[in-house]
């Protein structure tokens, strides 16, 4: 079995949401069910543009007196903005903690941490681990051992094939179907409406989601994100984030299902750059590439 790891993951901020309207503020917002998450819950979330592409991901968690978000740390100042003009009247109580209060990610352990506010099993795929929140310097002592950083935890989640924004794609551009967040935990299609709801649920209930994360490998370093997925010369998709594993490269990448399914149908090279890909669906995954009649 592997050893256990773990990361400080200093790419990650928390906001926290408290007060008494929290859990109906956030549950008209974003894309999860929010009413749904118990103590010590965990879910996957979105907030959407009103045309329902991805403004902002981040994981919620459930606490004893509201709510932490998870989410990049690079973007956590603008969601606490686009939150603060979202909070109008509510009784909603919005803080960016400082970087004294952290995100730890422990992967091939089982052990829950005493030190920590917040011990969830990740959400959307529970082999990425534990995620922990509480403060840095009791959650780094009390873990032991050697911080294997983001770096890793990474190349981790990219051997699951779990996307994440900013690391994948880029905020506006995507919808939450081609991120695969629906697969994910992410979106509930049984609560009432939210920001964007009207495009997520038409694509969900006409099974038109094109586009979708999937996984690269290659004998070959794969080339920086963005670089198109091309067949034959022509763009059927872009590379997300990749690491090197086990002596190969591993990526992410947003691509064309069906034009996809029909270069493997063909045994059609795909490329990245100059490095020759093979595309594979995550374990993890609810769809399926389409039929070759489907792919035309």
């Known amino acids: 079995m592997p050893s256990p790891s773990f990361a400080h993951l ?13 859990e109906h503020f956030l549950q008209n917002l974003v894309t999860a069910d929010i009413d749904a998450l118990g103590e010590n819950g965990a879910t996957a979330a979105a907030l959407l543009t009103p045309q329902g592409k991805i403004l902002f991901d981040f994981l919620v968690y459930r606490t004893r007196d509201g709510y932490l978000l998870d989410v990049p740390v690079a973007a956590a100042p603008d969601l ?24 730890f990610a422990v992967w091939n352990a089982a052990e829950k941490n005493a030190e920590a506010e917040i011990n969830a099993t990740d959400p959307r795929v529970a082999a ?3 995620r922990l929140a509480g403060p840095v310097a009791e959650l780094s002592e009390s873990l032991g051992g050697e911080n294997a950083g983001t770096s890793a935890y990474h190349a981790h989640r990219i051997r699951l094939g779990v996307p994440e924004g900013l ?26 409406c939210y920001v964007g709801q009207e495009v997520v649920s038409r ?15 290659s004998s070959a370093p794969l080339p920086e994100k963005g670089t198109d997925i091309s067949l ?19 990526g992410l990448a947003l691509v064309r299902l069906d034009k996809v399914a029909r270069a493997k149908d063909n045994g059609s090279p795909l490329k990245c750059g100059n490095a020759d890909i093979e595309v594979r669906l995550p374990d993890w995954a609810g769809f ?9």
């Open 232 to 250: 034959d010369g022509k763009s059927v998709g872009v590379l997300g984030s990749s690491a090197a594993s086990d002596g190969k490269f591993i």
């Open 167 to 192: 690391r994948d794609y880029e905020y506006s551009d995507i919808f939450p179907h081609d991120a695969d967040l629906d697969q994910l935990g992410g979106v509930s299609f049984a609560k009432g």
């Open 128 to 130: 990425l681990g534990t």
């Open 288 to 296: 399926t590439w389409p039929e070759p009649d489907a792919a035309q």
């Open 10 to 22: 200093t790419d990650r901020a928390l906001i926290r949401v408290g007060g008494a309207d929290a």
């Open 203 to 217: 694509v969900h209930h006409r099974g038109t989601a094109r586009k979708r994360f999937v996984q690269v490998e």
């Open 80 to 103: 606490l903005k686009r939150l603060t003009f979202y909070r109008l009247r509510a009784k909603v109580d919005l803080e960016l903690l400082d970087d004294g209060t952290g995100v």
